[in-house]
């Protein structure tokens, strides 16, 4: 379900305004840092036992890469993803990135938006291991994602089988990382909390996943935009 109520909105922003963009986000560490999300972006929150513990933000195909240009993303780009501190390790980034692949069936390739942290590198392998099918279509992309534009990610992961350790916070699953911002006028970035604002759609409730040693352990830490002290209820419809 897209987020849509003004409740739904205000969680969202909560969570990456707030969580992580004060209270989860390591300063010292030059992580990254993200805009309020745009209307125009389908986010999902991720709740667990009523509380909001995490997000993702995809661009949609066809959608315009940025408010100056005509620029449109040619595939479906799973944008930002944020994990709070407390539920990482967990497979969580995992289910996010393979409710991603399972929203969008019919597409022949789907992008992770460029530069991906290494923690969400981390991330993407543990699901490709997992998920050898979606190997061929996952693909690390700049906007607006033509082929000259495009890393498949599968095969990253072979030239790399070492990637370099992340700091706790910085990944995609933020932004859980990476999950980083690259549409044209969105890319991550140092900013005082007052810069410009963009919102997101909300959405569904993910399934729990469950406590895998291995794949909590190939997951590293991830920040994604903001992080709570302290459980958000689930607003009420």
């Not at 990254?32 to 667990?48: D, G, N, T, Y």
């Not at 406590?211 to 352990?217: E, L, S, T, V």
């Amino acid at each position: 379900m897209k987020v849509q109520s003004f409740g739904e909105r205000i969680v969202l922003f909560i969570l990456n305004v707030i969580i992580f963009g004060r209270l989860e986000r390591n300063l010292d560490d030059d992580d990254m840092f993200f805009l309020p999300h745009s209307v125009k972006e389908q986010a999902k929150i991720l709740w667990r036992h009523g509380a909001a513990v995490g997000f993702y933000t995809t661009k949609m195909k066809g959608s315009l890469c940025g408010s100056g240009t005509g620029a449109c993303y040619l595939l479906p780009v799973f944008d930002t993803v944020f994990v709070r501190r407390k539920h990482r390790r967990q497979g969580l980034g995992t289910a996010m990135l393979r409710d991603f692949c399972a929203t969008f069936p019919d597409d022949e390739a789907l992008g992770v938006s460029c530069p991906i942290s290494p923690a969400m590198y981390q991330v993407c392998r543990q699901f490709l291991f997992v998920c050898p099918e979606e190997r061929g279509r996952l693909w690390e992309v700049k906007p607006p994602g033509a082929w000259g534009q495009r890393i498949n990610i599968w095969l990253k992961v072979q030239l790399q089988p070492r990637l370099p350790d992340s700091h706790p916070g910085n990944s995609k699953e933020e932004d859980v990382s990476r999950h980083a911002r690259t549409s044209w006028n969105d890319r991550p970035r140092q900013s005082a909390p007052g810069d410009s604002s963009k919102e997101r759609m909300c959405g569904e409730e993910l399934e729990d996943t469950k406590n895998d040693p291995d794949h909590g352990a190939e997951e590293e830490d991830m920040g994604l935009v903001g992080q709570l002290q302290g459980k958000l209820a689930r607003p009420s419809p």
